[in-house]
């Protein structure tokens, strides 16, 4: 077992201590639960972290105060091509399967030596054991495989016989009309334990004036080695490009140097701030359809392009769901053009969002509430 970094714990019984873990799949799951934290620090909770070290040096910017414990990822290999990644996901199933087995065979014994009251999992299925509350967030009931209807029912089947060990599910969406996530939030059938929709959670702050400064903000993400391709195929377009760009990389744990090229300006990482400073301020979006930059893109009601990282079915369901909805223009990366995109986004229709986006706090309240009173 590896021990926390700090034994700075507050125990006391006023104070409940909640142990929260995000998956490493991307950072998207780590930046959704930056809400989720805030909230609960506000409800006046001992928050601890379990993350890896790409996780950690992202929050740890938002959160310097939080005692954070390292627990590995998953560290899932993708492929090149589309086919590649479905085949690769595929084959690293009992990889998967032992990794979730370590996660909660750590969280036993992590229990034996601090007190908690409440465990909050976003997507990491390892992590219940007797006697703790345990909430697990995912907005995937419904898992797109990439493999066809048998293959999608298999895996839900294997989905909620996980799920069904936690004491509850939050998901971050609306049930019925509304629904931002489709058919991968509200399926025909819901698993066997209380089911919550608790909204849309972004960390952004609502935008105040549409003033466009930037023409287009590009915001690269996603596990290697897809998101150095896309990012490679922005980068051969950008000089073709009039007007003031921006390009997030997505890479925390690289430098905060801040380059200037052209007319371009380019960020290693943007903290959340100024991260949303810059969607407010630009005209158009572009990024992958993951879905926390899907809700964060919603609330601040930003024009977007949407591409989908290829063989990530969840995030190609996503694209042409949205894309259907009017709530985003997207294009496949496969021969993807920024210069075609942008031309065709700027004669899309867009429809805003109505996604509630402050349920989770109310959630959240009667959640830490119940865990007070006992």
């Excluded at 199933?93 to 908690?116: A, H």
Aim: glycine share 6%; net charge positive; proline share 6%.
């Amino acid at each position: 077992m590896i021990l926390p970094e700090s034994n700075k714990f507050n125990t006391a019984p006023e104070k409940p201590v909640v142990l929260l873990s995000p998956l490493d799949w991307g950072l998207g799951h780590t930046t959704r639960c930056i809400p989720i934290i805030n909230e609960l620090l506000h409800q006046g909770c001992n928050v601890i972290i379990a993350c890896n070290s790409t996780q950690k040096a992202l929050l740890i910017r938002e959160f310097p105060q939080l005692v954070y414990v390292h627990l590995t990822g998953y560290d899932l290999n993708y492929g090149k091509k589309r086919w590649g990644t479905i085949v690769r996901i595929f084959l690293q199933i009992p990889k998967i399967l032992i990794k979730i087995n370590n996660e909660n065979t750590w969280l036993n014994i992590f229990l034996k030596s601090q007190m908690v009251n409440l465990v909050i999992s976003d997507n990491r299925f390892g992590l219940y054991a007797p006697g703790v509350p345990s909430v697990f967030i995912t907005h995937q009931l419904y898992i797109r495989t990439g493999l066809g209807s048998l293959a999608n029912r298999l895996v839900q089947w294997m989905n909620y016989r996980r799920i069904k060990k936690f004491s509850t599910c939050w998901v971050p969406d609306q049930q019925g009309a509304g629904s931002l996530a489709g058919e991968l939030s509200n399926p025909a059938k819901l698993p066997a334990i209380p089911i919550q929709y608790i909204g849309g959670i972004s960390r952004f702050n609502s935008c105040k004036l549409p003033v466009h400064n930037i023409d287009v903000l590009i915001i690269l993400s996603g596990p290697e080695p897809q998101r150095s391709i896309f990012e490679k195929l922005v980068l051969g377009e950008l000089k073709l490009l009039r007007g003031k760009l921006v390009l997030v990389r997505g890479l925390p744990e690289e430098s905060s140097d801040v380059k200037e090229e052209n007319n371009c300006t380019i960020y290693n990482h943007a903290p959340a701030g100024l991260l949303n400073q810059l969607i407010c301020d630009s005209a158009f979006v572009v990024s992958r359809p993951g879905y926390t930059t899907v809700m964060d893109l919603m609330k601040l009601g930003k024009k977007s392009i949407l591409v989908a990282t290829p063989g990530q079915a969840e995030q190609e369901y996503l694209a042409k769901h949205l894309h259907k909805q009017q709530l985003a223009y997207t294009a496949r990366q496969a021969r993807f053009s920024l210069t075609k995109a942008l031309a065709a986004a700027k004669a899309f229709s867009y429809r805003q969002p109505a996604l509630v986006m402050d349920d989770y706090k109310e959630v959240l309240r009667s959640m830490v509430e119940k865990i007070k009173r006992g």
